[in-house]
């Protein structure tokens, strides 16, 4: 249970993060940074997992940094895909 806590607080704060590096922080609730978060968290361990071959991501219980690197980037990279959606733009 204290596992699903810590994901979602962390999660939070990444999808906080990218929706600042991605300027959309005003239009973004705290459910859409924490859901930003933790599927970019997703993301970002897949991504790095193809192209290092050492993903890792704060979900499957690896907390360092590379995995919080590699989830803020997914949470970057799927903050652009919201912006091409909704506003037919990366930014």
């Known amino acids: 249970m204290l596992g699903w806590i810590i994901y979602l607080v962390i999660g939070g ?3 906080w993060l990218a929706s600042i590096i991605m300027r ?3 239009q973004q609730g705290i459910f859409m940074n924490i859901i930003v978060g933790v599927v970019g968290s997703l993301l970002g361990g897949w ?3 193809m192209i290092t071959g ?3 991501n704060a979900a499957s219980g690896q907390f ?3 995995s919080l690197l590699w ?3 997914g949470a970057v990279v799927l903050s652009a895909i919201v912006n091409l959606v909704t506003r037919g733009r990366a930014r």
């Open 64 to 66: 360092d940094m590379s």
């Open 54 to 56: 050492h993903g890792g």
């Open 24 to 26: 959309r922080d005003a």
């Open 71 to 73: 989830s803020l980037i």
């Open 47 to 49: 991504l790095g997992g």
């Open 13 to 15: 704060i990444i999808g």
